[in-house]
């Protein structure tokens, strides 16, 4: 009879534990959880603070007596488990309430002790008001704190999905929320030019959103930022990042990665076979960044549980690696990326290209469309899809989840621009977004147009470029780029003398769909050197009007326009 | 300078249009249409009946003059194709209003004039208040003559998506709407297991849906059915189904093909190659069928109409064949299906198997979570994916877009088991509903259990089969199979020595989890003959309450139960 011993619940060892049940019946499977609670539902831990979880005990989904009677799986809470003997095969366990130290024989040992948030070295980190969010006692913790004091102003240190997911909650419960990010945007698994409509919506929530600035004290009732700005604060929150829980492993002589995290080899197995480790702790191989990452992801974590389970039992599991794919409510916005982003492909030194296209995700006469904004990142010349990002107020995680498939099985632009998905009127067009983003990236590939990207755009307008905008003049009137000829598509073909041929031509429209054919018609007819502007005016305004928040800009738009 | 005749123009001849107008500057296109509009949102035509679209004029998109200003293409309405002169390559055109027959020289000629609906022929077929729906004028008629007669009854013959749309829109309206279909059940897209959940929210939404029932006689105020059933009806819409409308390409001599639709090359040609051809009235690959059928979509037409006019300009593209994507709205229920079926699978003698597995399609404490029917269908012993169909209040569309990819890109089980989507618990489960599936059917093909289909289990209950149901007593107390054996996955190992060894065991709960979990300890206990129930207690209820809907049989559960 096998006896395997679990260190931490949740995602990893929770699901290693049910898989290894199912495959063995006899074998002895005992779970040790440092906290109260061996089963949570850990990524939805934000909503219990704005009430949509209204009740903190409804985030547990298995307790000790469901695991002993529905798998037989024998889980301890309040159990730490502080040292590994791997000679003699055998952990022990400090109970965390009586302090005692016993011993627990295991035949194999699987290590998912999970990852634990980052607090600064910084003054004013361990006063009572400051929080960090990990499990379901934290979050009463600080729930309980903020409704006791009734908190006013709440500062939440922190970009990214948590820190994001915190302060929407918050401010949906009605508190002052301050959301401090020391990137240049919040949720950098997307690029700059796709974040800004993020955080358009951050801002039009009413969230005090400080974006290229970090925590350099905390004092009792604000925080003081690196730039010596202070923000009110009653409650701090520290979201700025997570440790792998790697000491029980270090110290037991296990291998710890580059990234920090704890090695392991294609099946979960780390330096001893004796031992698997899964879940935030570890690092997995990216397969598009051809390394290991850390990647603290509840759907990677389940995976890798299985294939451990299943590897223990002689039954072969193919290691794709991992892509990241995440997505990520933002008030009324869905926003949700796979692969590689821009930045990271770049910094990779991989030749890449992007296209940013803004389509109706929805048909536009149905009552619930709505713009969608799609970017998508590929190689080239071979036309390998790496990546994308779509945020808007429909179904961005259901084109995340196309592309994500794609990637996985090698997809190309020409793939996905043929790609026959599902389409009725009430949930897509009859050519997607995502179809659409590749049939701009093929034209693009296949040299019928070239593009300039919104990043541009300040560039042109300071240098004078000649920019054509082919909106209809009621659209221009109400807010254009500076200096741009209104030229509207519907004048174009006899008004084209007015366009000069020797210098570059930007065209830009709304969403860039009429330009592209202004473009085209002016490819047709002679001139050589024109470029449709990605993103058109839609993304300028954003880009211009929310990146780096804070920053004042001399504008370069007339007015900002993001209807 | 080439010159470009279109005949016929919404999907198909208007995409050709702009696509070959963006290649082609200079390229004389005429695009003739026999109704008085020539580019209108065919598949919104339904939503002007409940007013989810207000206004008629709004389905509309695209003007003669509209596509004179932005395109330079001459769009002319009212305008019928009559004759092809293929040796002198001009074609006849007929002005409608006038009746004047004009010529039109062409280079290319492009033919794309669509399905027109079925009208059985029949006693009654062509009475004042028979309809049926293709294009605006269609609409606005029937909706007029309900208006203006304030129909209070309205049948729709036949079930396919345009009649369940149609019905289902006029509900919406307030109407008393019976929906008759001649084949067993409504969208035949769908196999008959996962159809039922849809007759149920017909009927639940007050339709009078009959199945199994064909259209015999249309009187005045009422229609007879073959049974000899009389259904009242102040109004009669026909949505049998279409014909391709091949008239005028058969009498110019091209081929048309074995299924009745136009033939044409891989790359739109028909026989003869100055003449193109692109949707509804042509056949097509289907991928998964190895062979030509016809296939009314929309999104197939627009990737039709563009490779045509990228063929024209010796722009090479892959034609991937058709896998029959497609989705819909019922109520408050969204349904979508990629690939084949189960029924049409078999038919055509593939070795496929499928799994059914109901799963919550966001995390369970999530305000809007609610359970997605979904069948994934794949071939054996391979694991290639061949299909997928889903059903639920949440996002089924976003599954079956994620199949249609796999489906496309050659994957498998193991792939779909392995696939990291975007995972949020407003979206989604950290395992989602298709991973699930993958993981099923994974299991199944490698032998760790065995399962039977809801179909079989009257058959079962009848033959006074083993039969244990592990659901809590409180849920077995408010409906089970007559016969079937309560011991709740909690109490199965203790209890395991009711069950005999000598006989063959079935397991099921109410979404088949916890029964897969009872088949493997039970597996691994010893026993060789247990079957778990693919779609467990939900399953069996929708199939035996709404299967045929009219026809009575003996229930085989103490009491159905739909939670």
Do not use: W
């Not at 519907?490 to 709304?510: F, K």
Request: glycine residues 8%; negative net charge; contains cysteine.
């Amino acid at each position: 009879m096998k006896k395997v011993v679990i260190v931490g619940g949740v995602a990893g060892g929770a699901s290693t534990a049910a898989r290894i049940r199912r495959l063995d019946e006899q074998a002895q499977i005992v779970m040790f959880e440092r906290g109260p609670h061996v089963s949570f539902s850990n990524c939805s831990l934000p909503f219990y603070l704005s009430g949509v979880v209204p009740n903190s005990k409804r985030l547990l989904m298995m307790t000790p007596d469901s695991f002993e009677q529905k798998h037989n799986i024998d889980a301890r809470v309040n159990s730490e488990v502080i040292a590994i003997n791997r000679d003699e095969q055998y952990v022990h366990v400090k109970n965390t309430v009586t302090g005692d130290v016993t011993t627990e024989r295991y035949d194999t040992l699987v290590l998912s002790p999970g990852a634990s948030p980052i607090v600064p070295n910084i003054p004013g980190n361990n006063l009572p008001h400051v929080f960090t969010v990990r499990n379901v006692v934290d979050i009463e913790k600080l729930h309980n704190a903020i409704v006791e004091n009734d908190a006013a102003n709440i500062a939440v240190i922190g970009g990214g999905f948590i820190g994001v997911e915190v302060a929407e909650n918050l401010r949906l419960a009605g508190r002052n929320v301050s959301l401090v990010q020391s990137a240049s945007h919040i949720l950098t698994s997307f690029d700059d030019d796709m974040a800004q409509l993020l955080h358009k919506e951050m801002l039009d929530e009413g969230v005090n959103l400080i974006v290229g600035d970090g925590l350099a004290e905390i004092h009792t009732s604000s925080v003081v930022l690196r730039s010596g700005k202070e923000v009110a604060a009653d409650i701090v929150v520290l979201a700025i990042g997570v440790h792998p829980e790697t000491k029980l492993a270090a110290e037991a002589g296990l291998t710890i990665g580059e990234t920090g995290a704890i090695a392991v080899n294609e099946n979960y197995q780390t330096s001893d076979s004796n031992i698997y480790a899964v879940g935030d702790a570890i690092e997995v191989y990216h397969r598009l960044m051809g390394k290991k990452v850390r990647l603290a992801l509840a759907g990677p974590a389940q995976r890798q549980a299985r294939a451990a389970a299943d590897h223990m039992y002689g039954i072969p599991v193919t290691n794709k690696g991992v892509i990241g794919s995440s997505s990520i409510q933002v008030f009324n916005y869905a926003a949700a990326s796979t692969g590689l982003n821009e930045r990271t492909a770049k910094q990779l030194g991989l030749a890449v290209e992007a296209v940013y296209v803004i389509a109706p995700d929805k048909v536009g006469l149905m009552p619930s469309s709505n713009p969608l904004h799609f970017k998508l990142i590929y190689e080239v010349p071979t036309g390998r899809i790496i990546g994308a990002q779509a945020i808007g107020k429909g179904n961005a995680d259901k084109r995340i989840d196309v592309i994500a498939t794609l990637i996985t099985m090698n997809g190309t632009v020409d793939d996905l621009k043929e790609l026959e998905l599902s389409y009725s009127p009430m949930f897509s067009t009859a050519k997607d977004v995502v179809n659409i983003a590749a049939l701009v990236a093929n034209n693009l590939m296949a040299g019928r147009f070239q593009q300039v990207r919104v990043s541009d755009v300040r560039r042109l307008v300071e240098e004078g470029a000649y920019i054509v905008d082919v909106r209809e003049p009621n659209e221009f009137a109400n807010g254009a780029l500076k200096g741009a000829v209104n030229i509207p598509l519907s004048q174009l073909r006899e008004r084209m003398n007015e366009i000069p041929t020797d210098v570059p031509v930007y065209v830009h429209c709304r969403s860039a769909q009429r330009s592209y054919n202004a473009v085209m018609a002016l490819n047709n007819s002679g001139y050589t050197n024109v470029f449709n502007v990605s993103g058109s005016f839609l993304g300028i305004c954003l880009y211009e009007c929310y990146r780096d928040v804070t920053e004042q800009r001399e504008p370069i738009v007339t007015a900002y326009n993001f209807k």
